[in-house]
């Protein structure tokens, strides 16, 4: 007399158990390596803060503005919205001495970009404003 155990589809459906066990290998493997920021750190705390502006002489607000944060290697860049502000959060490891401030908009050339750091001493966060000029078509 055979067990229920000893049934030959048995051996069959934990070869299939088996089968598909292998197949999701490698997912979870690729899952684990998977980067999640860890909740327990407040973005606020691990970064400086930069927020700012960008105008036209006029003193009208520019959208669409290609801002560039960089040091070294590494650039934050990001582009300014339809009222011509942006805010970016830069790791701290990057003081604000060390950050070269830039603002682009085709057809437009650079007349100032200032940063400004909070009054006592603070680090954070970093006020940033640009101006920029229509550039003149070039007479031929």
Not at 17 to 22: D, K, N, P, Q
């Amino acid at each position: 007399m055979k067990l229920p155990s000893e049934r030959p589809d048995s051996a069959l459906a934990r070869l299939g158990v088996v089968f598909f066990g292998l197949l999701l290998a490698p997912v979870a493997a690729g899952w684990a390596q998977l980067y999640l920021p860890d909740p327990k750190i407040d973005i606020d705390t691990a970064t400086n803060t930069y927020f700012g502006s960008t105008k036209d002489t006029e003193g009208r607000f520019l959208s669409g503005v290609t801002v560039e944060f960089s040091a070294e290697n590494t650039s934050y860049i990001m582009v300014t919205d339809d009222a011509g502000r942006f805010k970016l959060h830069v790791p701290k490891y990057f003081a604000p001495s060390q950050l070269k401030f830039n603002c682009s908009k085709p057809g437009y050339g650079l007349v100032r970009a200032v940063k400004r750091r909070p009054p006592g001493g603070a680090i954070s966060p970093v006020q940033a404003d640009c101006v920029l000029a229509p550039k003149r078509a070039s007479a031929r």
